[in-house]
C-alpha cells in the first residue's frame, strides 16, 4: 500500500493544492487562462508526441482495442442516456449530460500522467489511442445529441463541419497524429528538440492537476443532485469492470494495455462535461457536482484499482 499511496497522493494531492490555492486567493476564473493555455496548447500536446513517436508504428494501429474501448465506453453511455429519458424523464439534452457524466472521463488531464507513472511508459500507446478516439466520439455525439433536442439550432452541415473542425484542429490530437508520422518515418528529433519537448512533457500533469483542483474550487458544490445515485457508479466502477469485461471478449491484448484503459475508464468525470453543459445551457450546476463529487471518491477507486493491479489480483486477459 505504501508503493499505491506514493503513486496516488502526489497526484490527488495537486489537484488539493490546486484547490487550497484558489480558496485561500480568490483569484478571478480568467486567472487561470494562460495556464490552461500552456497546457491545451503546449504541455500535454508536448507529451502525446513524445509518448507516440517513440511507438513502433504497428501498435499505433490496432483497431480492435480501438473498437473495443469505444464500445466500452459508449455501453455505458447509452444505459445511463436511457435511465435518464426513461426513468428520470429527462429530455434529449439532459439525457446526453448525464450519459457523458457517466462516460467522459478526465483522460487528458489525469490520464497519462497517472497511467505511465503507475504501468510504465508501455502504457503511452493505449494511453493516446484512448484518449483520441473517445474525444472524437464525444466531439461527435454531443452536437448530434443537442440538435436532436433542439438545444443545437444549425443545420446539420454547419454542425458536421464544426465537429470535424474540433477534431483537426485539437492540440492533443495534433500532436498524437505528428507523433504517429515520426513514428512511420523513425524520426528522430535533434538533441535541444528533444530536450525542449522533454521539459514541457515533464511539466503538463502537475500544471494540469494544479488547474482541475482550482476548476473545481471555482465551481462550489451547491446541491447534490439526485442523478449522482446512479451516474457516479456508473462513472467509477461500471465504466472500469465493463472496458475490461470488453478488452478481454475482443483479442489477446499486452496486459499493460487492459490496464492502462481500465485505469483510464476509473478516473472521475472529465471538467469538459460541465464545459458542453455551459455551451448548450443545460445541466450546468448538476454537471459540476458530478464532476466534484466523482474526483473525490475517486482517490478511493483509482487507489483499489492500482491495488488490483499490483498485488496481481487483476489478470491482463478475464478471459484466458
Not at 489525469?110 to 472524437?136: D, K, S, T, W
Not at 464544426?162 to 524520426?187: E, N, Y
Request: charged share 10%; hydrophobic share 60%.
Amino acid at each position: 500500500m505504501a508503493e499505491i499511496s506514493g503513486l496516488v497522493l502526489p497526484f490527488f494531492g495537486m489537484i488539493l493544492l490546486g484547490y487550497l490555492a484558489a480558496k485561500a486567493t480568490r483569484q478571478p476564473a480568467e486567472a487561470l487562462g494562460w495556464l490552461n493555455t500552456f497546457i491545451i496548447y503546449i504541455a500535454l500536446p508536448a507529451l502525446f508526441f513524445k509518448l507516440v513517436s517513440k511507438t513502433p508504428i504497428e501498435q499505433l494501429t490496432r483497431v480492435d482495442f480501438i473498437l473495443a474501448n469505444v464500445s466500452a465506453t459508449y455501453l455505458v453511455f447509452g444505459l445511463i442516456f436511457a435511465i435518464g429519458l426513461l426513468l428520470r424523464r429527462a429530455n434529449v439534452a439532459e439525457a446526453t449530460m448525464q450519459g457523458l457524466s457517466a462516460a467522459y472521463g478526465n483522460i487528458g488531464y489525469m490520464g497519462p500522467g497517472l497511467a505511465i507513472l503507475a504501468l510504465g511508459e508501455r502504457a503511452a500507446v493505449p494511453v493516446a489511442l484512448v484518449f483520441c478516439f473517445e474525444n472524437m466520439m464525444h466531439f461527435m455525439i454531443a452536437p448530434a445529441l443537442m440538435s436532436i433536442s433542439g438545444g443545437e439550432k444549425r443545420s446539420f452541415a454547419a454542425i458536421a463541419a464544426d465537429v470535424a473542425r474540433r477534431i483537426l484542429t485539437h492540440p492533443f490530437i495534433i500532436a498524437t497524429a505528428v507523433g504517429f508520422l515520426a513514428a512511420f518515418f523513425s524520426f528522430q528529433a535533434p538533441l535541444p528538440l528533444q530536450r525542449l519537448i522533454d521539459y514541457l512533457a515533464q511539466a503538463a500533469a502537475p500544471c494540469a492537476l494544479f488547474a482541475m483542483g482550482v476548476t473545481l474550487a471555482l465551481r462550489p458544490l451547491k446541491r447534490v443532485p439526485v442523478e449522482v445515485a446512479y451516474i457516479v457508479p456508473a462513472k467509477l466502477l461500471l465504466l472500469p469492470l465493463t472496458m475490461y469485461l470488453m478488452l478481454g471478449l475482443a483479442g489477446n491484448f499486452d496486459p499493460v494495455w487492459v490496464q492502462a484503459a481500465v485505469l483510464l475508464a476509473a478516473l472521475p468525470t472529465a471538467t469538459n462535461v460541465f464545459v458542453i453543459g455551459q455551451q448548450y445551457g443545460v445541466w450546468q450546476e448538476r454537471a459540476s457536482a458530478t464532476i466534484l463529487i466523482t474526483t473525490v471518491l475517486s482517490v478511493a477507486t483509482v487507489t483499489g484499482f492500482l491495488y488490483l493491479v499490483m498485488s496481481g489480483l487483476l489478470p491482463g486477459d478475464p478471459f484466458p
